[in-house]
């Protein structure tokens, strides 16, 4: 039912190129993938969680989904299916690293991980078997099961009764009272005895039961399928990754109510979505950040003004990674748009505090006036 390329391929996160990257695997990133990767924001969110919550997202073993990341689930909008993809696509962006936590067995047919795994009787392969220790009484050279020599204590204990001693068995052959830990007495652990055949095995034949498509198989049969934990990448400079929850929390700071993302209904009906909206003052701000490998064109300028003038806000803010090209900062003035931009998240931080407090104030002064 679920196979590795099924995990990564469905799901309504179709805008990441999902193909059957495994983490150890080095690919080929062109720039139009690495464009613009950063500002996703299950991958910032990610990205937080790593840098402030928990040092590493651990895999959960899932009979349904195969490998679940409740961490990641918990914080993100992602459905399961969709959280192993991305986390293997961070790790082929070197945000992530990798580390081999479990390896599991899936069915070699429908991938499934539902598989039972079944002990049967060598001699006849029924499934009917049960396990049971031996005892022996080496001075008589009697062997039997463990129960043999319960029942003959039981009995033993009926006919004294209020003289039974729990610790001691009887041998059945020549009734002699045998402590467990005398010198006289070898218990062997684990021989198995078929209901069906009545025959013993020291080792029964291990077989794997699908219970997505009912097929038995050997361990020759299985596939292998690792899960793996990720942490942050040490090559990540984490002063280079703008983040927007942090931006977020400081215009929470300064007095703003913030969401991110935040999503407006503009006069045309349409909802749209900014990566921060923020109200101060009877006043709605919106904030978008665009990420560049290297420079931020006018397009995404565009579609923030228009976006921006049927929501009708008062103020709208583009933070550009790292840069703007000169037509779109002149066409931000024309359109009185606020650009911010910067390559450190400190610079970019530093600048929006600055841009945002003015704002606020002036916005007092006037409802003041
Ligand atoms: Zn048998
Ligand atoms: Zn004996
Ligand atoms: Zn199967």
Redo the contacts with the bound molecule.
């Keep these: 039912m679920h196979n590795e390329n099924s995990i990564e391929a469905k799901g309504s996160f179709e805008s990441l190129p999902y193909t059957t990257i495994r983490p150890s695997q080095q690919i080929i990133l062109s720039e139009e993938e690495t464009r613009g990767f950063y500002s996703l924001r299950p991958v910032q969110q990610i990205i937080n969680l790593l840098t402030k919550e928990i040092n590493e997202l651990k895999p959960v073993f899932d009979l349904q989904y195969t490998c679940r990341y409740p961490s990641v689930e918990r914080m993100s909008e992602l459905k399961p299916h969709e959280v192993p993809g991305l986390l293997e696509h961070m790790t082929s962006y070197h945000i992530l690293e990798s580390h081999l936590h479990e390896k599991i067995i899936v069915c070699d047919r429908c991938s499934s991980p539902n598989l039972a795994t079944r002990y049967l009787c060598p001699h006849c392969k029924s499934m009917s078997i049960s396990k049971h220790r031996t005892i022996e ?1 080496v ?4 062997i039997s099961i463990e129960d043999e020599f319960l029942i003959a204590k039981n009995n033993d204990n009926a006919i004294n009764e209020g003289n039974s001693n729990n610790n001691n068995f009887i ?6 009272k ?1 402590h467990p830990n005398s010198p006289d007495v070898k218990i062997n652990e684990g021989w198995f005895f078929c209901n069906d055949c009545s025959q013993r095995s020291r080792e029964p034949v291990v077989v794997y039961f699908c219970r997505e498509c009912e097929r038995m198989m050997f361990v020759g049969d299985v596939d292998f399928k690792n899960l793996y934990a990720y942490t942050l990448s040490k090559s990540v400079d984490m002063s280079k990754v703008i983040l927007i929850e942090p931006i977020r929390e400081i215009l929470e700071q300064i007095g703003y109510q913030a969401e991110s993302p935040g999503y407006i209904t503009g006069k045309s009906g349409i909802k749209h979505r900014f990566d921060i909206v923020c109200h101060g003052e009877n006043k709605a701000i919106v904030i978008d950040v665009r990420y560049s490998d290297v420079i931020v064109n006018e397009s995404d300028l565009i579609k923030l003004f228009g976006a921006a003038f049927d929501a009708k806000v008062d103020r709208s803010i583009m933070i550009a990674i790292p840069d703007v090209t000169d037509a779109t900062f002149s066409l931000a003035k024309q359109y009185g748009i606020i650009v911010i931009k910067g390559k450190e998240m400190k610079d970019v931080s530093t600048k929006l505090e600055k841009v945002m407090r003015s704002l606020l104030s002036s916005t007092s002064h006037k409802s003041a006036i």
């Design positions: 009484h001075s008589c050279s009697y041998c059945p052959r020549c009734k002699t045998l």
